[in-house]
């Protein structure tokens, strides 16, 4: 059971024994009533008096209990006098280690001790009900003597005398600060996962797109600057040696500048890396590095550039190729800053990308011939297959974490972003091998059947989609582009089926016969017109890995009909593997 069901359980226990004991007080006092009126019975009232007096110390008793173990404070409000009964536990819930007089606690008193912002909204909900004459209940933030703010739980109930007339409201109260902070804990991780998201799905866009290579590498180096509220940002390139790091491009006022800009005249744009601090122990750990405050620590090359600039920390990230740290984007702010993991994690995948973008950059300088088109398109696919469906399986799971904190399921909502990070740290490393052309991680790890199978429970986890995945035949050996072709189709139909199929079931085989190989999938989903397959890449993506294994493609779909797609490799093919 979650905490916030806990807490509800808990707070319905104790309205539950107030019911009783408010019951078991009415009973008394008709007992009394009657044994006044009628002294004929007295022996017959003494006993039923006894019975409702034992009823009710056994009910107090469970309810004194059960406010204890849960922390739970009780307050007692005469709506006529505008006073209150409380017991300690209440008025701990409020910052005091003493009971509070209970002159000082009518309703007015009571509003005096909430958060400002909240004073209004909750005296106008207690006073509807009191007048009204319903339950009550209300989350707010109380303000302690001390001064710190605590979250509480109130909820209170008519109690009614005998002849039906509201006389006083009973209720409880209880502290919920650890919940409400791991409510916005949970709300803070989503909206930074949903940042990383559209900062990575925007550089993918951009590359499948951006016909410039220069135009790409500013792309990127804006989305990295707007990203994190930075002032400018710089890259510095290493040397075919290794020895030396240049600056290679900034991004100042809104515009990517080139070394050789006017504004860098003067400055050396080389720089040894084993003296110049703080370059040595960056390469050597390999990770983002933070310079807090670039007014406090040894010189450093453009730091009498910088200062002028109203610069004050710089945050150096990274640049690797096959392993080897080739370069750093220095991203600039004009205030002192800190980050979490979670930055430092998007900042280094953004990194990756201006990686890729610069190389691109390189080859498209060095040749514009169809080899470079070709391998554009390649990295395009890449990342299309890596990035944007990854990201998917993201977005579902942290809107199936939205969804489960909005009912109060903490716990189910954790889960479901423990899978969402896991799902964009996959994604991040399937990025950075796309960099230099190798197969996805998981082929290396399982094999192409184990990968797929794999690939569909993960990306459809906490979604409304039931998949099925099976193997038929002998599998045998494939050449290693048909498995990576086979595995980003099968990563870009199940991405198509979760975004627009609206599907509850979809179905998958890898079928290895003598004379071909296919892969089908069928879903049962609100199909689509072939024809009109709009400006989306996934489709084409999909007939040019065909078509670079002399394979066939066949499209199934109507409107309101599912989709079926099947991929069908010529074995005669497999006798040159």
């Known amino acids: 059971m979650t905490t916030g069901e806990n807490s509800d359980s808990v707070v319905e226990t104790v309205e539950s024994l107030r019911l009783e ?5 009415r009973r008394l006092e008709d007992c009394r009533q009657h044994s006044v009126h009628l002294a004929d019975e007295a022996v017959m009232d003494m006993t039923e008096r006894k019975i409702v007096e034992e009823a009710l110390r056994e009910t107090k008793a469970a309810l004194e209990f059960t406010l204890r173990s849960g922390k739970i404070g009780d307050w007692d409000l005469d709506l006529a006098a505008d006073t209150s009964r409380r017991s300690l ?7 005091y280690d003493e009971p509070i007089p209970e002159a000082d606690w ?29 339950d009550w209940a209300s989350e707010f933030r109380a303000i302690w003597p001390d001064g710190s703010v605590h979250w509480l739980d109130a909820r209170g109930s ?13 209720g409880t109260v209880m502290d919920i600060t650890d919940r409400k902070h791991g409510e916005e804990g949970l709300r803070a991780s989503e909206q930074l996962s949903r940042g990383q998201v559209d900062a990575l799905k925007s550089t993918l866009d951009a590359l499948a797109t951006e016909p410039s290579p220069e135009r790409l590498v500013g792309h990127i180096l804006r989305i990295i600057t707007t990203e994190f509220g930075a002032h400018s940002c710089s890259v510095w390139r290493r040397d075919g040696a290794g020895e030396l790091i240049g600056l290679a491009y900034a991004f100042e006022d809104g515009r990517l500048v080139l070394h050789t800009d006017p504004r860098f005249a003067g400055l050396d744009r080389w720089l040894p890396m084993a003296e110049m601090w703080p370059w040595p122990e960056f390469f050597r750990v390999g990770k983002p590095s933070l310079i807090a405050d670039i007014r406090t620590v040894p010189a450093f090359a453009l730091r009498d550039r910088l200062l002028p600039m109203g610069i004050v920390t710089v945050l150096l990230v990274p640049m690797s190729i096959t392993g080897r740290l080739e370069g750093a984007i220095g991203l600039r702010f004009t205030e002192l800053r800190t980050f979490r993991a979670e930055d430092l994690e998007l900042a280094q995948a953004l990194a ?6 610069i190389q691109f950059a390189r080859l498209t300088t060095q040749s514009r011939n169809a080899a470079v088109i070709d391998e554009r398109n390649r990295m395009a696919r890449d990342m299309h297959d890596t990035l944007a469906q990854g990201f998917t399986g993201v977005i579902v799971q942290l809107e199936a974490a939205e ?3 909005s009912r109060g399921l903490p716990d189910e909502a954790a889960h479901h972003s423990v899978r969402a990070r896991d799902l964009a740290r996959d994604s991040l490393k399937e990025a950075r091998r796309s960099v230099h052309a190798l197969r996805p991680q998981s082929l290396d790890d399982i094999g192409l059947g184990d990968a797929l199978a794999s690939l569909f429970k993960k990306m459809t986890q906490g979604t409304r989609l039931t998949p099925s995945f099976v193997v038929l035949g002998q599998p045998r050996p494939l050449p290693l582009d048909w498995e990576d072709n086979l595995f980003r189709i099968g990563q870009e139909i199940l991405t198509n089926t979760i975004r627009h199929a609206n599907a509850s079931r979809l179905t998958a085989r890898l079928m290895f016969a003598p004379d071909e190989v296919s892969f089908d999938v069928l879903d049962d989903g609100c199909g689509f017109d072939p024809s009109h397959t709009g400006k989306g890449y996934g ?4 007939k040019e890995r ?21 991929v069908t490799l010529p074995a005669e093919d497999l006798g040159k593997f």
């Open 158 to 170: 008519i109690y009614r005398t005998a002849d039906g007339r509201p006389a006083r409201m009973l």
């Open 403 to 405: 969804d489960a904190a």
């Open 546 to 566: 065909v078509q670079a294994m002399d394979g066939q493609l066949t499209v199934r779909s109507a409107p309101g009909d599912g989709t079926a797609i099947v």
């Open 106 to 134: 009518g309703i007015t008193e009571f509003i005096q001790h909430l958060h400002p912002d909240d004073r209004a909204g909750v005296e106008a909900k207690l006073r509807a009900a009191i007048a009204d004459s319903v």
């Open 352 to 357: 990756n990308q201006a990686m890729l973008m």
């Open 89 to 95: 536990r209440h008025d701990q819930c409020f910052g």
């Open 539 to 542: 489709l084409l993506g999909i």
């Open 21 to 25: 004991l408010a019951r078991c007080r």
